[in-house]
């Protein structure tokens, strides 16, 4: 490139959200009467699909606005940030105009909808903020950062993310690779560590023995670790703070004071058991059965059944298990509760727990191309026994284990995007690395157009996802109910970014990529798991984020 670009603006970047918002409202208000306000998804589920995604890429666009604004108010902007954000802006006004365009008849729009909302001056500016010589700029910028995340943050976050910065950079990074290669378990010094450093404890209140620094900080923490290794450290705060927020929204005060202070303090590990081998996304049809009954002289439950999917199972020390109590299947989810299970803690991919009163539980890791480190078991319980008091909610909870497991999913959806923010992250950073070192026709391949337009795609993809999973984290602080569907869109738009990031990544390593001697091979296969858990990609576009917009 000869000369510097014009860097586009924030103004910019208003004007192409007004015009994705102008058509994704339009879109979201026919789909909403063709679906009778969302009762009828099932019956148009590519229509209410393409509807819920653009939905998704227009709030990423005005998280991202939103945020760049108020650093700019605050001094910590600069001009190549606001451009990374008008850039981000013209790519996802785009994308949303072309999502939206094959079903545009099909919502009884038109042509004259598109048109309008993307005049010929707006269409202009769209070509010109997204024009190659402003992504180069952005990408060779990249370059000679080497990637590194510099997004703003106030004194008490930033501390944060450095010491967390820190702590991966020294502790985990150094063993991701071999973790990944030998698929190890993790190991118990990271444990350790996290504990004696708080990481635990970031969502429980104080007076339960942890910080309760806020989403934000924890999201930060996820995304340092997940930086450094997705499956040796990323995930392991995810657990915990699923059944956090489910004894928070409904134990009773004696489990609170019971469990809380410990899964704080890193004393218990935390698996989620709720998946059978037959039941993934229609959690309402879980049939592990859990009936009343005693053990050496103690009331409570008999839990009999199989459940898969069960990450970190043998290591942990509790399992959050949805059962269901009520045998009646035609009650559904409300015959549904949510049961803490004890056990041993178990090294390697196999094991077997024994309880005294014959109950058993086995476990057997499912071997998987990538997040090694954590290991995902299929269970089988056979007359296991579970103290009464161990029924999250005591019998209040009867029947509410489903919507106690939903609102920690919301929880898990937000680390989700954490994680995926993170992984994104180190795949650029090492990208950046790599074409800065990689010399190929006499000059280092990040001096080459291509190069730098797609590093510069990279960190315009990343800014959007990081804006819209820290906006979700600070909602969820303010109303963790209202800020469910967000913190879904969050975990579905961040988990696409981290795929796309991860691949143009290897792309760029060229034959390299492909080899296990460079993360970036590890990164890719562990971004392929984002989009499947915490809500697999089609259901919780369908039955999560398109019932919330379409319901209006």
């Given at each position: 490139?000869?000369?510097?670009?014009?860097?586009?603006?924030?103004?910019?970047?208003?004007?192409?959200?007004?015009?994705?918002?102008?058509?994704?409202s339009?879109?979201?208000?026919?789909?909403?009467?063709?679906?009778?306000?969302?009762?009828?998804?099932?019956?148009?589920q590519v229509?209410?699909?393409?509807?819920?995604?653009?939905a998704?890429?227009a709030r990423?666009?005005?998280?991202?606005?939103?945020?760049?604004?108020?650093?700019?108010?605050s001094?910590?902007?600069?001009?190549?940030?606001?451009?990374?954000?008008?850039?981000s802006?013209?790519?996802?006004?785009?994308?949303?105009?072309?999502?939206?365009?094959?079903?545009?008849?099909?919502?009884?729009?038109?042509?004259?909808?598109?048109?309008?909302?993307?005049?010929?001056a707006a269409?202009?500016?769209?070509?010109?903020?997204?024009?190659?010589?402003?992504?180069?700029?952005?990408?060779?910028h990249?370059?000679?950062?080497?990637?590194?995340?510099?997004?703003?943050?106030?004194?008490?976050?930033?501390?944060?993310?450095?010491?967390?910065?820190?702590?991966?950079?020294?502790?985990?990074?150094?063993?991701?690779?071999?973790?990944?290669?030998?698929?190890?378990?993790?190991?118990?010094?990271?444990?350790?560590?996290?504990?004696?450093?708080?990481?635990f404890?970031?969502?429980?209140?104080?007076?339960?023995?942890g910080?309760?620094?806020?989403?934000?900080?924890?999201?930060?923490?996820?995304?340092?670790?997940?930086r450094?290794s997705?499956?040796?450290?990323?995930?392991?705060?995810?657990?915990?703070?699923?059944l956090?927020?489910?004894?928070?929204?409904?134990?009773?005060?004696?489990?609170?004071?019971h469990?809380?202070?410990?899964?704080?303090s890193?004393?218990?590990?935390?698996?989620?058991?709720?998946?059978?081998?037959?039941?993934?996304?229609?959690?309402?049809?879980?049939?592990?059965?859990?009936?009343?009954?005693?053990?050496?002289?103690r009331?409570?439950?008999?839990?009999?059944?199989?459940?898969?999917?069960?990450?970190f199972?043998g290591?942990?020390?509790?399992?959050?298990?949805?059962?269901?109590?009520?045998?009646d299947?035609?009650?559904?989810?409300?015959?549904?509760?949510?049961?803490i299970?004890?056990?041993d803690?178990?090294?390697?991919?196999?094991?077997?727990?024994?309880?005294?009163?014959?109950?058993?539980?086995?476990?057997?890791?499912?071997?998987?191309?990538?997040?090694?480190?954590?290991?995902?078991?299929?269970?089988n319980?056979e007359?296991?026994?579970?103290?009464?008091?161990?029924?999250?909610?005591?019998?209040a909870?009867?029947?509410?284990?489903?919507?106690l497991?939903?609102?920690?999913?919301?929880?898990?959806r937000?680390?989700?995007?954490?994680?995926?923010?993170?992984?994104?992250?180190a795949?650029?950073e090492?990208?950046?690395?790599?074409?800065?070192?990689?010399?190929?026709?006499?000059?280092?391949?990040?001096?080459?157009?291509l190069?730098?337009?797609y590093?510069?795609?990279?960190a315009?993809?990343?800014?959007a996802?990081?804006a819209?999973?820290?906006?979700?984290?600070?909602?969820m602080?303010?109303?963790?109910?209202?800020?469910?569907?967000?913190?879904?869109?969050?975990?579905?738009?961040?988990?696409?970014v981290?795929?796309?990031?991860?691949?143009?990544?290897?792309?760029?390593?060229?034959?390299?990529?492909?080899a296990?001697?460079?993360?970036?091979?590890?990164?890719?296969?562990?971004?392929?798991?984002?989009?499947i858990?915490?809500?697999?990609?089609?259901?919780?576009?369908?039955?999560?984020?398109?019932r919330?917009?379409?319901?209006?």
């Amino acid at each position: 490139m000869s000369e510097t670009p014009h860097l586009p603006t924030l103004a910019d970047a208003r004007v192409a959200l007004d015009s994705a918002e102008k058509l994704v409202s339009k879109a979201v208000e026919r789909a909403s009467e063709i679906t009778s306000r969302g009762e009828r998804i099932d019956d148009h589920q590519v229509l209410a699909e393409r509807v819920a995604y653009a939905a998704t890429e227009a709030r990423a666009a005005r998280e991202l606005v939103a945020a760049v604004a108020e650093l700019r108010g605050s001094g910590g902007g600069n001009a190549l940030l606001e451009a990374t954000a008008a850039a981000s802006m013209a790519e996802l006004a785009t994308a949303i105009r072309d999502r939206l365009s094959p079903v545009i008849d099909d919502l009884g729009l038109g042509d004259d909808a598109i048109e309008s909302s993307y005049p010929a001056a707006a269409r202009s500016l769209l070509r010109k903020v997204a024009n190659e010589r402003v992504l180069r700029e952005i990408g060779r910028h990249v370059a000679e950062t080497r990637g590194r995340n510099e997004w703003p943050l106030d004194e008490t976050l930033e501390q944060v993310r450095a010491s967390v910065r820190e702590f991966a950079d020294k502790e985990v990074a150094p063993h991701a690779e071999r973790i990944h290669r030998h698929d190890e378990l993790v190991p118990e010094e990271f444990i350790r560590k996290m504990s004696e450093l708080g990481f635990f404890g970031l969502s429980v209140p104080e007076e339960y023995g942890g910080t309760e620094y806020g989403n934000l900080a924890m999201i930060l923490t996820t995304e340092e670790l997940s930086r450094a290794s997705l499956a040796g450290a990323g995930s392991l705060i995810t657990r915990p703070e699923i059944l956090t927020k489910a004894l928070l929204q409904g134990g009773t005060e004696e489990q609170k004071k019971h469990w809380l202070p410990k899964i704080a303090s890193g004393e218990l590990m935390v698996g989620i058991s709720v998946t059978e081998p037959d039941v993934g996304s229609d959690v309402s049809s879980v049939k592990c059965r859990a009936d009343r009954g005693s053990a050496e002289g103690r009331e409570g439950w008999i839990v009999n059944g199989p459940k898969s999917w069960c990450t970190f199972a043998g290591r942990a020390n509790v399992l959050a298990l949805l059962a269901r109590t009520d045998p009646d299947l035609s009650k559904g989810a409300k015959g549904l509760s949510l049961l803490i299970v004890e056990k041993d803690a178990f090294d390697g991919h196999d094991f077997e727990m024994k309880q005294p009163g014959g109950g058993r539980m086995v476990g057997k890791a499912d071997a998987t191309p990538g997040y090694r480190g954590m290991h995902s078991f299929t269970l089988n319980l056979e007359n296991y026994f579970v103290p009464a008091a161990n029924l999250v909610g005591g019998e209040a909870g009867l029947g509410r284990g489903f919507y106690l497991q939903m609102a920690g999913f919301a929880a898990g959806r937000l680390q989700t995007g954490g994680r995926a923010t993170g992984l994104a992250q180190a795949a650029l950073e090492k990208t950046a690395e790599y074409v800065v070192d990689r010399v190929q026709f006499k000059k280092p391949i990040s001096e080459y157009p291509l190069t730098q337009y797609y590093l510069g795609h990279m960190a315009t993809r990343l800014a959007a996802a990081r804006a819209i999973t820290y906006a979700a984290a600070v909602a969820m602080d303010e109303d963790e109910r209202k800020a469910a569907p967000l913190a879904a869109q969050a975990k579905l738009f961040a988990c696409d970014v981290a795929v796309e990031v991860t691949q143009t990544g290897q792309i760029l390593h060229g034959g390299w990529g492909y080899a296990e001697e460079y993360p970036i091979s590890r990164y890719v296969v562990d971004a392929s798991v984002l989009p499947i858990f915490e809500g697999v990609k089609p259901i919780l576009e369908l039955k999560v984020i398109a019932r919330s917009l379409l319901g209006g």
